[in-house]
């Protein structure tokens, strides 16, 4: 009978190697598919994943409530039909085809900035998405957010632009003060 040899060192090596290289791209896998990205929120909620801007890997959200905080390294624009302008920091509170108690997100109509206040889409077959400005309901098209757009340095409207005095005159539900 003949006698078992010892393997070569190369087979015990290669026989060590692959598990622990299947160990670590298994973990990598997991840990990414772990990891979540706010436009994964969006669209699993029936929203356009181009609401923000692109780049966004700064947020927190709470999946019970639905609250989220996006941090932004600098205010921006993003150049759409209209211009959209991002705070450092923009939260609100994220449910199936809604986004209620949104801040830190100003949209450009002609020379006007309005605070949204909040972004719908009622019937996804229409097409159509609503962003509540307060005074009025703007509506888009769903196409127009389909990708985030790209983030530019933007300031913040001037105190002395019109924005300002929409929300010294208004109250938050988009109704005139009475002191106005």
């Known amino acids: 009978m003949a006698a078992l040899r010892n393997p070569p060192p190369s087979f015990s090596f290669v026989a060590l190697l692959i598990p622990l290289l299947l160990s670590i791209s298994t973990a990598a896998a997991a840990a990414a598919a772990a990891a979540p990205t706010i436009y994964d929120y969006l669209h699993r909620n029936g929203l356009p994943i181009g609401l923000f801007p692109e780049g966004i890997t700064n947020f927190s959200l709470d999946s019970t409530t639905g609250r989220f905080q996006i941090n932004l390294t600098q205010p921006c624009n993003v150049k759409l039909e209209n211009q959209l302008h991002y705070d450092f920091n923009v939260s609100g509170l994220l449910s199936p085809g ?13 020379f006007l900035w309005f605070p949204v206040k909040g972004i719908r889409v009622d019937d996804p077959k229409t097409g159509l998405i609503h962003f509540d400005v307060g005074v009025v309901d703007k509506q888009f098209t769903f196409s127009m957010f389909e990708i985030p757009g790209q983030c530019v340095d933007g300031d913040q409207p001037s105190q002395s632009s019109d924005l300002y005095w929409i929300q010294e005159h208004y109250d938050n539900q988009g109704e005139l003060r009475a002191d106005s």
């Open 98 to 110: 809604k986004i209620q108690e949104l801040s830190g997100m100003l949209q450009q109509e002609l």
